[in-house]
């Protein structure tokens, strides 16, 4: 009798270990708010590679706040990849080279643009400068253009993931600019110029636009682009006294950022997933349940879209580079 109890405990001990080795290993990736573009693109991918592409990995989708928390979380192990913007990314770069570089995180694919809005309130005066010199700027006719030194040492309001964005363009441009973080019940009639970045027509732009009380600027891109290449030119459509208005400024991308190690194998699922959105982005640009946006990744991979950033190989280009 004790021998048959002790064949079965070890038929059942070797089960539970194969059951074990044959677990897959979970992926986790932060995205965004369970509304936003960021969350739906991430479960996409999930949706179209855990089945056929990921050996013996499974992808998992976790709500966050964004790039920052994303970026943050790959640094301290709470993600293994995250959609990050690039100016973020490059803003942490600079700040934190040995934290975030292109040895330790690696581009998966590049992913939608989401485009930089300025604001300005009507009648604002900075500090610094002459009694309505910005006012005579603006015509109800046309759109107002101005150069980011005209808002140098002044306070700039935003809110979200746009407070790291409106600190970049602060940084990478020498503005010292003081970003106040604008809270929810003060976000109808505030008295600063606004920096928000989001996917065009973003909402809260429409919003205060339609009180009527604030000017949406252009930027120059020529001007930016020579200071920070990353962002990219852009032109955005909102209605304005029932008038459309085309409104130039420029745009930044969101990545799919994983973590590299120095052994090439760890970073194999890296790869996978590379290779899985590559061969499927025209599906995925096509089919009526993912998000509408990976019609604009499509465009980027199609046209052979690069961001200045490692890549993580495709699959194909690691077993041709293995052969030589």
């Not at 503005?175 to 106040?180: C, E, G, H, S, T």
Request: some cysteine; aromatic content about 10%; hydrophobic content about 40%.
């Amino acid at each position: 009798m004790k021998s048959i109890k002790y064949a079965l405990c070890l038929a059942a001990s070797i089960a539970s270990g194969f059951s074990m080795s044959a677990q897959a290993k979970e992926i986790k990736l932060g995205s965004g708010s369970p509304t936003g573009n960021y969350y739906s693109m991430a479960s996409d991918i999930a949706s179209y590679c855990n089945d056929d592409y990921l050996t013996d990995a499974s992808l998992s989708v976790l709500y966050s706040s964004g790039s920052v928390e994303n970026l943050m979380g790959l640094g301290n192990k709470v993600y293994s990849i995250g959609v990050v913007q690039e100016d973020v990314l490059n803003y942490h770069a600079k700040r934190s080279p040995r934290k975030v570089n292109k040895n330790r995180l690696k581009v998966i694919t590049g992913m939608h643009e989401e485009a930089v809005h300025l604001l300005i309130p009507k009648g604002y005066q900075p500090k610094t400068a002459k009694q309505g010199w910005l006012d005579s700027l603006f015509d109800d006719k046309k759109v107002a253009k101005i150069s980011l030194d005209m808002l140098k040492d002044q306070q700039v309001a935003s809110w979200g993931g746009s407070i790291v964005s409106a600190e970049a363009l602060s940084y990478f441009f020498k503005l010292n600019l003081k970003v106040v973080d604008l809270p929810a019940d003060k976000r109808v009639n505030p008295k600063l110029p606004l920096v928000l970045v989001g996917g065009h027509p973003y909402k809260p732009v429409e919003d205060l636009l339609k009180t009527g009380r604030y000017h949406l600027v252009s930027l120059n891109y020529h001007e930016i682009a020579e200071q920070a290449g990353f962002y990219s030119k852009q032109v955005v459509n909102y209605q304005v006294n029932g008038k459309v208005q085309s409104v130039a400024t420029v745009g930044v991308r969101a990545l799919l950022i994983g973590k590299s190690f120095r052994k090439q194998s760890r970073n194999t699922h890296m790869s996978e997933l590379a290779t899985c959105i590559n061969d499927n982005i025209a599906d995925l640009a096509d089919d009526p349940d993912t998000n509408p946006l990976w019609s604009s990744v499509y465009d980027f991979i199609e046209d052979e879209g690069q961001v200045d950033w490692s890549y993580f190989p495709l699959i194909e280009e690691s077993a041709q580079a293995a052969t030589y």
